[in-house]
């Protein structure tokens, strides 16, 4: 069987990979269970870029397929931070509960249809023999008036596919991939791999 490799180190994305990758004919693979391991900087200007240079790092070991994926949250009213800067915003090592107070401060008095935000999600493909293919994807939404639901993590308290509706922590995980961003680019790049 043709090997694929998922280049995170994340295991709830892998297994979300796994699950919406399972019939493609690939085995699956982390990077760990490949054994490899490569430390990127992520400084490209978009999402493409950034898991471009992933994909990119680890084909260069590998020379098998190799996908990866680089996600963030874009507001509309915040000229779309923080964007590719989403894990770094106020700093890496800065709590989520602090990061979403912070946006939700800056948002003070703004009416709902200038709420609009999404997540976005590119995935990148290097292929064997170095072809290169990218797909991106996002979830529309609103940035809410206050935090709310224990599921999901980063900023998912205060995202709302829906002002009247929940957040996307309080959504149970099967629901969000259903829709979420990472969940339609998965299934879009499995396009190009079937
Ligand atoms: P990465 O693609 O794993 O590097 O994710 C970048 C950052 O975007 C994460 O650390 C989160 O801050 C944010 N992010 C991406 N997807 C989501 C999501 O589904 N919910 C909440 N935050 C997200």
Redesign the pocket.
């Known amino acids: 069987m043709k090997k694929l490799i998922f280049a995170?180190s994340?295991a709830g994305?892998m297994k979300e990979v796994r699950s919406i990758l399972a019939d493609t004919g690939y085995e699956i693979l982390s990077m760990k269970e490949a054994g490899i391991q490569v430390e990127v900087e992520?400084d490209g200007a978009t999402?493409e870029e950034?898991a471009l240079i992933k994909a990119r790092a680890v084909h260069e070991i590998s020379h098998t397929l190799v996908l990866a994926?680089?996600?963030?949250?874009e507001i509309d009213h915040l000229g779309k931070e923080?964007g590719v800067h989403?894990?770094r915003?106020m700093g890496e090592d800065t709590s989520?509960e602090i990061?979403n107070a912070r946006i939700l401060e800056r948002l003070d008095g703004v009416p709902k249809e200038q709420r609009t935000a999404r997540?976005?999600?590119a995935i990148a493909a290097v292929f064997e023999d170095g072809r290169c293919v990218t797909v991106r994807e996002a979830?529309e939404g609103y940035i809410g008036y206050e935090p709310q639901g224990e599921n999901?993590?980063?900023?998912?308290p205060i995202?709302y596919l829906d002002l009247d509706g929940p957040s996307?922590a309080q959504i149970s995980m099967e629901e969000?991939n259903r829709v979420?961003?990472?969940g339609k680019a998965l299934r879009a790049m499995k396009k190009g791999l079937v």
């Open positions: 995170t994340n994305k992520e999402f950034n994926d680089d996600s963030g949250l923080p989403s894990s915003y989520y990061k997540f976005v999600c979830m999901g993590f980063g900023y998912d995202f996307n969000k979420s961003h990472r």
